[in-house]
């Protein structure tokens, strides 16, 4: 140990911001490391962007083999893009807390100053960022091989639409944070089991409008139902034609759910942490 | 040699038990049957889907079979390719007993190996869910008497082998890989998928992807596996008709032991790299 | 001059004098617990029943602000149950804890913005990221301005011998500077009190010291900052804190500086015997040797070790005939000092290691 300079760090009171300023100040810095680490970790490339182009070309390669019009490539390949913010959401969000657990982060955010909702907020703002690369990779790469065409008609609506289901979803992912950690042991096993049915009932593959009403309609809690079905109406000539809503309407309905999955997270959030406290079991990892 | 047996024997013997205790411990049975059958129903509904959109419901035809069967037994591909790897991610990263088993008088690829039974048990339960089904629902016609059952758990055991092998060549890749997204075994199997002619013939891909078809060893095993259930589905494209069953056998076990000896040597460079980089104990959370 | 510290009730403290400015501070012990209790459902199995364990029972300390307390008993007597009270990460199932006046169940929200703390043999964060980086972002988490952030972290880093790994992702630190990673941080945040749960557990000789002088350190020069350290180690108690509190199964048996507590044993004669192995008839006679108070018996290579607190010097006599008589070669005889282990045998009536393997009789 080194005394000299005597470093005044030890006798300097440190300024700290509060309210709104800290709220953000936590945001950003969790962030950070989401955006960083798939900046340091290069492999993310070939996981998140070779195989999902290469899981999309089966089916597309499908609808060929079984002579589809050629409009559904292009769902597809929308479809696909897309399947990377579920997968973030799940891999990413909804087990993190859980992962915090193991790791010995979640007591320290717990008794840190700030809201538990701003580090959610943070992981969610930092995944969405770094999976919006993803998605956009997929797309582009994908539109490009498969020679899909776009006739883009209301580009406002489109990039409202994109925002709303985002912030739905990751609301959504934020309320699992803590579900998955109340609910389940080894949260991955939930996060697995929730990837196809996910797929199938939001539409990726084929339009949402092909299944039951009424399971269309119970998918659409799922952000990304309506989401999809509408980017696909916006971006495709005859998307209107396959539609499952009019885009308006599921613009209000997604208004809705950005409301009521950001309330149920903090809700869910509140109740984890006095359920930690009084039970002291959710901050004692497992192992 | 009898000491090795021994060794290699504890080692999968217990991987196998470790692997159960996990698996089937996580969950009460209930969760357990529901994840069991939801999770390979949707991944078939899915195809169903599209394929009934289309086709405005053609189950008659033998292409439905042939996709139907095909993404059925594919899932085994994912089970097991998972079970093998993912023992790796587990042990490391969150139990922390990677570097133990490392320093035990084990084998460390046997151990991997044993830690894919799990997987595989669980795999064989959603493949026959969703054959039965496939049997009961949507018109996919398996005659129980009619069906060449040596020729089908004769390629069922080379398939889970080969699977295996290629599992550890996965987990040695993962040796030297950060925890990233999910089952790195399922995402591997969701790209092979493209090459395997599971749910499209191989005469659909751009002619320069093909070799790469051909090159799989699982093409030849679902091929197989289509012809022992259902004779005449082998006719619904005729990409590997011109070849008999005895002709497929041999071409997939020359290249189950080609992936084999791959496997073998790809985890001996992994393991050796990964001890020199000091991963064997590595956490990677961000 | 008032400072946004935590909800800025607190005044900058550096330039004032503090009995002005904080009365809360001062008139209020930073820590007080009231017959605080706890007690832990441990879940069934197929194999095993539910049951309860008590973790925690009728706990009353008070610790003043500018004290270094310290919490010192073997492994599972409660000592990190009770730093999970007082840092809002457990509730109590009975009594109530306050942090600087605040009920920690009532209002968690204003006693995070006081405290720190730190698990010894944990580490924190991410491994991707670089020692600086999670620094950084866990004083995001308090509120510090970046740039104050990054100016503490270098100063930091250069008095506990980090600075040169300052930008090494932590996944390839060793264990220990990892762990000193971690201490850095709960100093970062300049809490108003600091809770250091078994500090040095796992570090080396020498990484010890420098953190227990780092710890003197900080608390020198700052009279206000509270301090509890919890520890299993006799010389860290006895060396750095102002108070012990002597916890064993939940409950605090004694609470005093470390002088008072060993003064207790001053009138007492205290030996350490260094014998051939004595067979178990002559140990049983020793333990009821009538100038006997507590006797504890270590087994060396090839010899025995004999602890022992008698009544008064004359029974050392006793003790030395019932050696003879079966013997028993005394191989070297000491009187020594007392330490705070022979307060915890006084109180408990086995030695620390006896009483750790009673608490975790598993392990």
Request: charged share 15%.
């Amino acid at each position: 140990m080194k005394t000299t300079p005597p470093y005044d760090v030890l006798a300097r009171r440190a300024p700290k911001n509060s309210g709104a300023h800290l709220f953000w100040q936590t945001v950003l810095a969790r962030a950070y490391p989401r955006v960083i680490g798939q900046q340091r970790e290069k492999s993310w490339m070939f996981f998140d962007v070779v195989l999902p182009i290469i899981g999309v070309a089966a089916y597309v390669f499908v609808y060929r083999a079984i002579q589809a019009p050629e409009e559904y490539v292009g769902f597809v390949v929308v479809g696909g893009a897309m399947t990377a913010f579920w997968l973030n959401i799940l891999w990413s969000m909804s087990s993190q807390l859980y992962w915090e657990k193991e790791t010995g982060n979640l007591a320290l955010y717990i008794i840190a100053p700030n809201s538990l909702m701003a580090i959610l907020l943070g992981m969610a703002l930092g995944g969405l960022l770094a999976t919006t690369l993803r998605a956009v990779v997929i797309l582009v790469l994908g539109s490009w091989l498969f020679h899909v065409q776009y006739a883009v008609v209301h580009f406002g609506q489109l990039v409202a639409i994109f925002f709303l289901s985002m912030v739905a979803l990751y609301g959504m992912g934020m309320m699992f944070a803590s579900l998955f950690l109340l609910l389940s042991r080894e949260a991955w096993h939930i996060s697995n089991l929730a990837q196809e049915p996910v797929y199938l009932i939001s539409g990726f593959y084929f339009p949402v409008k092909s299944l039951n009403f009424w399971v269309a309609t119970a998918a659409s809690l799922i952000p990304l139902t309506l989401g999809l079905d509408a980017m696909r109406q916006l971006v495709f000539p005859s998307g209107a034609t396959l539609g499952f809503l009019s885009v308006r309407l599921e613009l209000g309905i997604l208004i809705g759910l950005c409301v009521i999955f950001l309330l149920a997270a903090r809700f869910l959030l509140n109740y984890m942490e006095r359920l930690a406290i009084r039970e002291g079991r959710l901050t004692e990892n497992r192992r | 040699m009898n000491q090795n047996r021994t060794i290699y024997w504890r080692s999968f013997r217990m991987a196998a038990w470790l692997g159960w205790q996990i698996e089937s411990n996580w969950t009460d049975p209930f969760l357990f049957a529901v994840y069991s059958f939801v999770k390979p129903l949707s991944g078939a509904a899915i195809l169903v889907v599209m394929y009934s959109v289309i086709t405005n419901g053609a189950f008659g035809s033998p292409v439905f079979p042939y996709i139907y069967l095909g993404n059925a037994f594919y899932q085994y591909v994912g089970a097991v390719m998972t079970g093998v790897s993912w023992a790796v991610i587990d042990d490391r990263e969150h139990y922390k007993t990677l570097k133990y088993m490392y320093v035990a008088p084990i084998s460390i690829p046997i151990y991997l190996l044993g830690r894919g039974v799990s997987r595989f048990i669980t795999g064989s339960m959603s493949v026959i869910i969703t054959i039965l089904a496939g049997m009961w629902f949507l018109h996919v016609d398996i005659d129980v008497t009619a069906v060449h059952w040596p020729l089908f758990f004769l390629s069922l055991f080379i398939g889970v082998v080969m699977l295996a092998m290629m599992g550890l060549l996965l987990a040695g890749v993962t040796l030297l890989m950060a925890r990233h997204v999910g089952f790195m075994g399922e995402a591997v199997a969701g790209a092979l998928y493209l090459f395997s002619g599971a749910i499209f013939p191989l005469d659909v891909l751009p002619a320069w992807l093909r070799p790469i078809g051909y090159a799989m060893p699982l093409t030849y095993w679902l091929e197989l596996l289509r012809r022992a259930l259902i004779g005449s589905v082998a006719d619904a494209f005729p990409t590997l008709s011109g070849y008999s069953s005895g002709q497929l056998l041999a071409i997939l076990t020359a290249l189950t032991l080609l992936f084999s000896a791959a496997g073998i040597l790809v985890f001996r460079w992994c393991d050796y790299h990964a001890r020199e980089q000091g991963m064997i104990d590595a956490t990677t959370n961000y | 001059m008032f400072l946004e510290i935590g909800n800025g009730r607190y005044p900058s403290l550096s330039t004032l004098p503090i009995h002005a400015i904080i009365p809360n501070m001062t008139t209020l012990p930073a820590i007080q617990t009231e017959n605080l209790g706890r007690i832990y459902r441990i879940r069934g199995s197929k194999k095993e029943a539910a049951r309860e364990l008590v973790a925690l029972r009728d706990v009353n300390l008070t610790v003043q602000p500018g004290e270094l307390f310290g919490l010192l008993g073997p492994n599972g007597a409660g000592k990190t149950t009770l730093i999970k009270i007082l840092t809002t990460l457990l509730s109590p199932s009975n009594g109530r804890a306050l942090i600087a006046g605040l009920d920690v169940t009532q209002q968690p929200g204003q006693v995070r913005q006081l405290i720190n703390m730190v698990s010894g043999g944990e580490t924190s964060g991410y491994g991707l990221l670089t020692v600086r980086e999670n620094l950084w972002m866990f004083a995001q988490f308090y509120g510090i301005p970046s740039a104050e952030a990054n100016r503490r972290i270098r100063e930091l880093l250069e008095i506990v011998g980090l600075s040169e790994r300052i930008n090494t992702k932590s996944s390839d630190l060793s264990t220990g500077l990892r762990q000193k990673m971690n201490i850095v941080r709960g100093f970062l945040t300049d809490p108003d009190i600091l809770f250091l749960d078994e500090p040095t557990l796992g570090l080396d000789v020498g990484a010890s010291r420098d953190v227990r002088q780092f710890i003197r350190r900080w608390m020198d020069e700052q009279p206000t900052r509270t301090l509890l350290l919890t520890t299993h180690y006799m010389v860290e108690a006895d060396e750095l804190c102002d108070r012990v509190a002597i916890i064993n199964q939940g409950r605090v048996l004694a609470c005093d500086t470390p002088a008072n507590l060993k003064r207790n044993l001053q009138r007492d004669a205290i030996f350490r015997l260094e014998v051939s192995p004595p067979d178990e008839a002559t140990v049983a006679a020793l333990a009821t040797l009538s100038g006997m108070r507590h006797f504890v018996r270590r087994d060396e290579e090839g010899t025995a070790v004999l602890e022992m607190i008698l009544h008064e010097e004359a029974a050392l006599a006793q003790v030395i005939n019932t050696l003879t008589q079966s013997d028993i070669r005394i191989l070297n005889l000491q009187k020594r000092e007392p330490t705070l282990e022979d307060v915890f045998v006084d109180l408990v009536g086995h030695s620390m290691a006896e009483a750790e393997h009673e608490n975790n009789p598993a392990v």
